[in-house]
């Protein structure tokens, strides 16, 4: 593998931007290495700038649900930026992305779109405390819902890979304010509603964690915090910025049948676009202004070009037979990924919901935080190599989902797995 042109640009990259990337998750700090800097992706592959070309299972860390410049979101952008991108006005487009989520999303009324997943976790969280009119919050350890101040305690993906999952410069009072229970323990949640029967304002959680790499919640525990809110007057908030259109047309919350009172979205709603949305039961939505007394506001919120991306994938994704092409392509990924890896008896075990996965290399099973920590973090970093000597980019840390795309082929799976068995061959 060539990098050269990479890292010509990333030493150049390194003297204007902070570690030479704008989101510390591609540093390849995690894996060691040069970022490979991408020139352009088409489907399922990308090309960096050296001409090496990839199969991508990063997706943009998972908004590429339809693949890389899918023909109808690009002819959608061309013709929206042709009117212009931005007005700061109200366009048609905002209404009918609104529309595609209240009417894919059971427990979403009403919605209001902003322009990241952690502006819409943000913005649920201060929903929350407002309706409630109550300060704490209980997030999980391991999971992550953005970089806003109170939710980067005990906080999952980036912060967790690069050993800060508490960040620097998140007052002490902010970070009283959130309390961290562990994800798929009921007991753990259920002590702090004992200890503050009336401050909770609400729990915030990933309906299927994914970012202390794929963890799905055990049988019956978002039930329990369903029950758990509904007896304590708080609100339940699920952070479907990457399940959201990922595991189901309905989300998680109809893969599981749960409604919860806020849902915050990202990624996909955006179709590879800046955009993010929360939105949820109407008397709580009712409370923004400006209806209500919960402020939050966007200069970009809702442009044109970001929704017309969000419209044509929410779109594609309605076609019949849509998700169960995702689940076969994902199952026959890992199953086939499953094989590999037994056959060189390297400990390890893939979680894996819908077409959102994780290989940890760890005996299992993978039901917590702990378990994904006992992983073997070195030997993800030199398998990540070789899959990338293979032509196969995964996510660069062990730490994150994999994502399958409705422009692989069963060809791109197969050589994968081929791939897969190469790579793993080299770790033993
Ligand atoms: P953004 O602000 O990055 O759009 O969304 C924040 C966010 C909120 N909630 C969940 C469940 C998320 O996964 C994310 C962002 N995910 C990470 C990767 N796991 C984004 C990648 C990055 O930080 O560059």
């Known amino acids: 593998m060539q990098l050269s042109k990479s890292e010509a640009l990333f030493t150049e990259a390194q003297k204007y931007i902070p570690g030479g990337v704008n ?8 894996v060691g290495g040069t970022p490979p ?30 693949g890389h410049s899918h023909p109808a979101v690009v002819a959608a952008l061309k013709k929206t930026a042709e009117g212009g991108t931005s ?33 819409a976790c943000m913005s649920a969280i201060r929903l929350a405390r407002a309706f409630t009119n109550r300060n704490k919050i209980i997030k999980f350890a391991g999971c992550y819902h953005g970089h806003a101040d109170g939710l980067l305690v005990k906080a999952g993906s980036g912060a967790l890979t690069h050993g800060i999952p508490t960040s620097a410069g998140v007052p002490e009072s902010y970070a009283s304010e959130t309390l961290v229970a562990d994800y798929n323990d009921v007991e753990s949640v259920e002590k702090f509603f004992l200890a503050n029967p009336t401050d909770i304002a609400a729990i915030i959680i990933e309906p299927v964690a994914g970012n202390m790499g794929v963890v799905p ?48 979205m ?34 970009l919120s809702g442009n044109p070009l970001a929704v ?61 935080l702990a378990h994904a920590e006992g992983s073997d973090t070195a030997m993800y970093g030199r398998y990540f190599h070789a899959m990338q000597e293979q032509g196969v980019y ?20 197969d050589d994968t797995i081929a791939k897969a068995t190469e790579a793993l061959q080299t770790l033993r």
């Open 23 to 30: 989101s510390p998750v591609r540093s390849f700090r995690a």
């Open 37 to 66: 800097f991408i020139a352009r992706g088409k489907g399922s592959r990308v090309w960096d700038v050296d001409g090496n070309e990839y199969i991508d299972y990063l997706g943009s860390w998972g908004p590429l649900v339809l």
């Open 87 to 119: 007005f700061g006005a109200p366009v048609e487009g905002e209404i009918e992305l609104a529309k595609l989520i209240c009417g894919s999303l059971p427990s979403v009324e009403m919605v209001r779109l902003v322009s990241s997943g952690t502006e």
């Open 217 to 264: 919640p055990a049988p019956g525990f978002l039930d329990a915090l369903r029950r758990i809110t509904q007896e304590n007057g708080a609100l339940l908030i699920f952070d479907e910025v990457i399940t959201g259109f990922r595991v189901g047309p309905n989300g998680a919350q109809g893969l599981f049948g749960i409604r919860p009172d806020i849902t915050t």
């Open 266 to 299: 990202g990624k996909i709603i955006g179709g590879g676009l800046p955009v993010g949305a929360y939105g949820g039961r109407k008397d709580v939505m009712e409370m923004v202004a400006p209806l209500g007394a919960m402020y939050q506001a966007g200069t």
């Open 308 to 368: 017309s991306a969000g419209i044509v994938t929410l779109t594609e994704l309605q076609k019949p037979g849509t998700y169960d092409r995702l689940e076969t392509l994902a199952k026959r990924l890992t199953d086939g990924l499953t094989k590999a890896f037994q056959s060189v008896e390297i400990p390890s075990t893939i979680n894996r919901v819908g077409s959102m996965f994780t290989g940890f290399f760890n005996a299992g099973p993978v039901t917590s």
């Open 394 to 413: 995964i996510a660069p840390s062990q730490f994150e989902a994999g994502f399958v795309s409705t422009a692989h082929s069963e060809a791109d799976i």
